[in-house]
């Protein structure tokens, strides 16, 4: 069985919801564990009783260092905090072989299983952000993303996963300083610090806004792949990172205008992301009320962004994600 831990709010639920749809469609034998960051969130997880997935609420997880530091961070700073506490937290409560970290805006349209049997006999699975050079932050942000990240449960694994969990109660904060940002630049050398850290290569693990500009994109049959332009490597997209899908409005879906990308990854890509989020939330409406829109002055500068960034094409884009096909550029 493959074991995988999330956390999100009632605000995230219709995307955590996505990502744990596509695992159904994919996996033929997982579990999600949902670390739930509001009572909200908690309670209508537990009363869908879905069938591969364990809400946990913050009053069964959170210890007393996790409460220590938790008024020193912002709400988002202690979700990176919890990151690791909460795998931690799964194989040490429910002692699986291994438990994998996802971040709940992840969409699968392939099963991650070949990820987590390619790093073999190692006790760690990273995956690189593979930046497009225009977007490398890399120096910035670091070279590994927290957004999918294997722990075995064994004396290697758990070396790591402690010392990670150790630095990120003692400093884990949305600014670079000493060469730290957040919970994810401490990855950058854990290939070298500990033993049986795996990097992993494939391609399709983690297509996010920051690389996509590298690879083009056909669907065959029921999968999406990927080609990379510079090589002519082919391969399948395991997962999509949909890192700042904005939800405007109520009816208005976009990515972040920063990013430049084709049409042809808003039709294969976005555009089912975007329908599982509208059917999950047309089929719950306590889902669509807890969701947290752009609204004043926010909203018009999103706006002005996309316009300045992008113009009319960028509109244009967008416009797609309501649509079927469109043309490629």
């Not at 744990?20 to 670390?35: A, E, G, P």
């Not at 961070?73 to 970290?101: A, F, M």
């Not at 297509?207 to 792949?225: H, L, S």
Request: charged fraction near 25%; aromatic fraction near 18%; include cysteine.
């Amino acid at each position: 069985m493959l074991n995988f831990c999330t956390l999100f709010d009632s605000g995230y639920l219709s995307r955590g919801l996505a990502m744990y749809n596509s695992l159904v469609h994919y996996c033929k034998d997982f579990h999600l564990y949902v670390f739930a960051f509001d009572d909200k969130c908690y309670y209508i997880l537990k009363e869908m009783n879905l069938e591969h997935l364990t809400a946990i609420s913050l009053y069964e997880f959170e210890d007393p260092e996790l409460l220590e530091v938790k008024p020193t961070r912002t709400r988002g700073e202690y979700c990176w905090t919890c990151t690791s506490s909460t795998i931690l937290y799964i194989l040490k409560r429910y002692d699986v072989d291994s438990c994998t970290y996802l971040d709940s805006d992840l969409y699968f349209f392939s099963t991650p299983e070949i990820l987590i049997n390619e790093m073999s006999d190692n006790s760690v699975l990273i995956t690189p952000h593979h930046y497009t050079k225009k977007y490398d932050q890399s120096n910035k942000t670091g070279i590994y993303c927290v957004q999918f990240v294997t722990f075995k449960n064994n004396e290697k694994g758990l070396k790591v996963l402690n010392w990670w969990r150790n630095v990120c109660i003692e400093w884990c904060y949305n600014r670079f300083e000493e060469n730290r940002f957040g919970d994810q630049k401490y990855l950058d050398d854990w290939p070298e610090r500990f033993d049986g850290v795996y990097v992993c290569e494939n391609l399709g693990a983690g297509v996010a806004p920051w690389n996509m500009q590298q690879y083009t994109f056909v669907g065959e049959k029921e999968f999406v792949v990927g080609t990379e332009i510079a090589t002519g490597n082919r391969f399948k997209v395991i997962f999509t990172h949909f890192h700042s899908f904005t939800f405007v409005s109520p009816f208005y879906f976009s990515p972040r205008p920063y990013y430049k990308r084709k049409s042809s990854v808003i039709r294969l890509l976005f555009n089912p992301y975007m329908k599982e989020i509208q059917r999950i939330r047309n089929q719950f409406p306590q889902i669509k009320n807890s969701e947290v829109y752009l609204s004043g002055f926010k909203k018009i500068k999103y706006l002005l962004e996309v316009f300045l960034r992008r113009g009319f094409k960028e509109l244009y884009y967008i416009k797609l994600l309501h649509e079927q096909n469109g043309p490629d550029n």
